[in-house]
């Protein structure tokens, strides 16, 4: 079977949400090529190959691969998708060129393309995340996630997850509840996990995603701690307990969306964590927390991104 390479070549502040038209477009499979994590793989001493179209892209780009089925619907899949970005600006992201290139593709080829693009990495000095196929060996200090990014985001790489990551080590206690708005991959409920919370919910928005986490909470022995919940944000959500912890690393607009919620589920001192806030964004969130009754605990910038930690007051 012949699949259809779609490929978009965007900003890092723009690459989540066009990665995410992809899948609303259907997508078999994306993977997404940020030219600023060139220098981490340099120095990443797990890498002993780099290929050689990464090292040639241009500076503060990023190159979204969406796989698509080579059929009568793929010209009408690319329409959506260029429209769709076309409309990105109006929420305040910055798409770059939006250079659309169609390459065709065996099956056995993009099944296993994407690979060489997804290395082991830290995403805090405490965990490291390793791709299945990968055979990493911790240090003492160090904590493996594993971690199949199949269609879904949050493979470590990225400023916003490295963020919340941080975040986490920082506020996430033995014994806590928390919850993940946008979990995707499932990356940060597993960090939660194995930093000792005894409960975990990760919702996702996305089928796709919701089946993805569960297969890499499984991977990661965390079934017993982390449930998942396909939902909108955290609408109509019921909890018998106070939550001790919220982490969202998602868009402006939807955090701003789920500041009331949270406030509502979370205990008095409890702590929400928010990424995915581009930094001509971060004023305008740091007052939404305040309008909500949220103390600003710490701000951290990675890139062009900002990650806050904020206490419900």
């Given at each position: ?9 965007t900003?890092?502040?723009?690459e ?27 120095n ?5 190959y ?17 796989y ?55 995403v ?7 791709p ?15 971690l ?6 949050g493979?470590?790489?990225h ?6 990551a941080?975040f ?15 979990t ?14 005894k409960?975990?919910l ?28 396909e939902?909108d ?11 001790d ?47 909500y ?21």
């Amino acid at each position: 079977m012949q699949w259809s390479e779609v490929q978009i070549t965007t900003t890092p502040e723009a690459e989540d949400a066009v990665a995410e038209l992809f899948y609303e477009a259907g997508a078999g499979g994306v993977a997404i090529e940020n030219s600023n994590d060139i220098n981490d793989l340099w120095n990443n001493p797990l890498v002993g190959y780099i290929d050689e179209s990464i090292l040639n892209r241009p500076e503060n780009t990023s190159l979204i691969r969406g796989y698509f089925p080579n059929d009568e619907k793929t010209e009408e899949r690319i329409r959506e998708i260029l429209l769709k970005i076309s409309k990105l600006p109006m929420y305040g992201l910055n798409t770059g060129s939006a250079e659309l290139k169609i390459l065709e593709v065996e099956d056995e080829d993009w099944a296993n393309s994407w690979k060489k693009y997804f290395f082991a990495t830290h995403v805090t000095d405490k965990f490291v995340v390793v791709p299945n196929w990968d055979k990493y060996k911790a240090t003492e200090e160090e904590i493996i996630i594993k971690l199949d990014p199949g269609m879904a985001f949050g493979t470590g790489t990225h400023e916003t997850t490295k963020l919340c990551a941080y975040f986490l080590e920082q506020y996430c206690k033995e014994g806590d509840l928390v919850i993940d708005v946008g979990t995707g991959s499932g990356i940060l409920s597993i960090i939660a996990a194995k930093l000792g919370a005894k409960e975990v919910l990760a919702v996702d928005i996305d089928p796709v995603a919701i089946k993805v986490a569960n297969e890499n909470i499984s991977k990661n022995n965390c079934s017993d701690q982390i449930k998942t919940l396909e939902k909108d944000l955290l609408t109509e959500l019921n909890m018998s307990d106070s939550i001790d912890l919220i982490v969202a690393n998602i868009l402006p607009k939807p955090i701003i969306d789920l500041l009331p919620q949270a406030h509502h589920l979370l205990k008095k001192n409890g702590i929400f964590i928010c990424s995915g806030i581009i930094k001509d964004a971060q004023t305008q969130i740091i007052e939404k927390l305040e309008e909500y009754s949220f103390g600003i605990q710490k701000i951290k910038e990675l890139g062009e991104w900002i990650g806050i930690a904020a206490i419900k007051l």
